[in-house]
């Protein structure tokens, strides 16, 4: 994943956070109180599964050099 990718990735997140919580201030009745969190959800979800994956892509990555590093002898 490169850095615009991931910094892409993570501000959809956020302005998906963002909206929900505008939702929620500048609307009234029940409908825009369900948008409102489903867009909080939505963004959060999002930015959680964005941490797992930079983890996982961070450990993937230090098991090549490790592999790396056993085939080249050092």
Avoid: Y
Avoid at 30 to 54: K, R
């Amino acid at each position: 994943m490169t850095a615009r990718t991931r910094n892409l990735s993570f501000g959809a997140a956020a302005v998906l956070i963002v909206a929900g919580i505008l939702c929620a201030a500048l609307l009234d009745g029940t409908a825009a109180g369900v948008v409102a969190i489903a867009l909080i959800g939505v963004g959060g979800v999002v930015a959680v599964a964005l941490v797992f994956l930079a983890v996982g892509l961070s450990e993937d990555r230090e098991r090549a050099a490790e592999e790396e590093r056993r085939r080249s002898g050092r």
